[in-house]
């Protein structure tokens, strides 16, 4: 019967192994995704799951730590809807897992958040484009006091389509390539 005595050597030898193995990504390190879930502040509720692939291999302390294909997973942290009047529709989202070579490993990325573009000057050309309609059917109807009164009429009607809609919503596609940030530093090994 033969026992094996590990010598210090081996111990050595195994743990440098182990470190050769074990990759690195820094803290701020950029993970380019392609969403596969679409996301809208119309439609998403907070903690709604998220998946993205990895467009591109990303290259780290010790090589390839995160592969091109990986999928990528988070959820939603926040959605609100814009109002009728003002505020604009937001969505912020952060991804949490990582499957690497059919391995799951938690990360932490910065915040991502998406507000929706002003809708101030749609508004505007509403109640304007209103004005200037009812302005030209009134001075059709009853001349330059008809032009006034419709242009009166017109920038109300305006006014009240503003008023019953909404500004625009926040979103991001299904196919939307994003740049993602490590929030803490990730250890493969």
């Given amino acids: 019967m033969r026992f094996f005595i590990p010598t210090v050597a081996a111990a050595v030898l195994s743990v440098g192994v182990a470190q050769a193995d074990t990759r690195r990504l820094p803290s701020g390190a950029v993970i380019p995704v392609r969403f596969e879930t679409a996301l809208s502040s119309a439609h998403s509720d907070p903690e709604d799951r998220v998946r993205a692939i990895v467009r591109a291999n990303v290259i780290g302390d010790g090589g390839v730590v995160i592969p091109a294909g990986s999928e990528i997973r988070g959820h939603v942290l926040s959605a609100k809807r814009p109002g009728r009047v003002k505020g604009r529709g937001?969505?912020?989202?952060?991804?949490?897992?990582?499957?690497?070579?059919?391995?799951?490993?938690?990360?932490?990325?910065?915040r991502i958040s998406v507000v929706a573009d002003d809708s101030h000057k749609?508004?505007?050309?509403?109640?304007?484009?209103?004005?200037?309609?009812?302005?030209?059917?009134?001075?059709?109807?009853d001349g330059?006091?008809?032009?006034?009164?419709?242009?009166?009429?017109?920038?109300?009607?305006?006014?009240?389509?503003?008023?019953?809609?909404?500004?625009?919503?926040?979103?991001?596609?299904?196919?939307?390539?994003?740049r993602v940030r490590l929030a803490q530093p990730l250890v493969v090994g």
């Fill in 90 to 110: 937001q969505l912020a989202l952060r991804f949490d897992e990582v499957n690497i070579n059919g391995r799951w490993h938690r990360i932490s990325t910065q």
């Fill in 144 to 178: 330059k006091e008809g032009a006034a009164k419709g242009a009166l009429i017109g920038a109300g009607t305006g006014t009240g389509a503003v008023l019953v809609t909404r500004g625009k919503e926040a979103e991001i596609g299904s196919g939307a390539r994003w």
């Fill in 122 to 141: 749609r508004d505007a050309a509403m109640i304007g484009g209103g004005a200037g309609a009812g302005a030209i059917i009134g001075a059709i109807k």
